[in-house]
């Protein structure tokens, strides 16, 4: 146990408790790892390098889709607007 008296006429003695309560917290602090410990940098990175991989890619995709809605979007626009008639001849 801590003693007042005992850890301040031995300093060695308090460097040792103050290391191991340090080492203790280090160990259940990082207990799982680092990636665990500060997740949101690491997932933050994983992100950021797939998509700069991938830039090509997804550009690409972004556009067959912005096509795809402009599209859809012109039809419906279209399809309230106009009107369908039967011409005889």
């Known amino acids: 146990m801590l ?3 005992r850890d301040s006429l031995n300093p060695l003695l308090n460097t040792d408790v103050l290391r191991a309560r340090l080492d203790a917290i280090e160990h259940y602090k990082y207990r ?3 990636q665990m410990a500060h997740w949101p940098h690491f997932a933050m990175s994983r992100a950021s390098r797939h998509l700069w991989k ?4 997804y550009a690409l995709k972004g556009l067959a889709v912005y096509m795809l809605v402009r599209d859809v979007q ?3 626009h279209m399809h309230r607007t106009s009107y369908v008639t039967l011409q005889q001849d």
């Open 32 to 34: 799982h790892g680092v």
């Open 54 to 57: 991938y830039k090509f890619n």
């Open 74 to 76: 012109h039809f419906r």
């Open 3 to 5: 003693s007042v008296s």
